[in-house]
């Protein structure tokens, strides 16, 4: 069991929690780290980027002139992609980007995320991180209190509508839910604060007690 820190909003370590090995410890597979990054930026995409070829653009479809004897160009019709107002040659249409990535891939890549900012110390506990009202402030002292740089990324328990006013108006500063939490999110931020009790929660959807693996089974 690995122990870590856990700080309060004073900065000072209140206690000291242990997590599995297998969540802090494990070996960090860096091709499905870049298979769940690729899908999450391609999943992103719109796809509606769309042209008019010649036979979409509203002109007439006479041929300008006569084939022969006037010493110009053979040219056809007005939609010809090589003159102005005409339709646009191998252009883009609408399409689906969609990458699908099985579950388990990407459970995987999550937990070697985490796994990888755990190993490098980018990842720091709190015991618990709510405000009564929104206020900045707030979340500006707590980050110079534990003297976090970077882009941070704040992950709770439960969503607090307070907290992600508050966090919003503060420049590379993000927060998110536990059961939201993706690898692109992970990886996109140079440290990761995470309350105790959504650590906990994180360590027990990949390394779930034997009790609940049989719950599970009995269920199937």
């Known amino acids: 069991m690995a122990t870590y820190d856990v700080y309060n909003r004073s900065g000072e370590v209140v206690n000291q929690k242990e997590l599995s090995d297998r969540f ?119 980050i110079d209190t534990l003297g976090l740089e970077g882009k941070l990324l704040l992950v709770l328990d439960q969503r607090d509508q307070n907290v992600q006013l508050s966090v919003r108006n503060i420049p590379h500063v993000s927060t998110c839910i536990w059961d939201v939490l993706n690898v692109y999110d992970v990886l996109a931020h140079d440290r990761i604060v995470i309350t105790e009790s959504a650590a906990e929660k994180l360590e027990g959807r990949f390394f779930p007690p034997t009790s609940a693996l049989n719950e599970q089974m009995s269920e199937q």
């Not at 689906?96 to 720091?124: E, T």
């Open 24 to 142: 802090t410890d494990a070996p960090v597979n860096t091709d499905v780290l870049h298979q769940c990054v690729v899908a999450y930026l391609a999943n992103r995409r719109s796809g509606t980027a769309s042209t008019k070829n010649r036979a979409a653009v509203k002109t007439s479809g006479r041929k300008l002139h006569r084939q022969k004897g006037t010493g110009r160009a053979r040219v056809g019709d007005a939609g010809s992609p090589i003159r102005v107002h005409g339709g646009v040659a191998f252009g883009p249409n609408l399409r689906s980007y969609h990458h699908h990535v099985p579950k388990k891939v990407r459970k995987l890549g999550l937990c070697s995320a985490l796994v990888d900012k755990f190993q490098n110390g980018q990842c720091v506990l709190i015991d618990s991180f709510t405000l009564d009202r929104p206020k900045t402030k707030d979340v500006v002292q707590l």
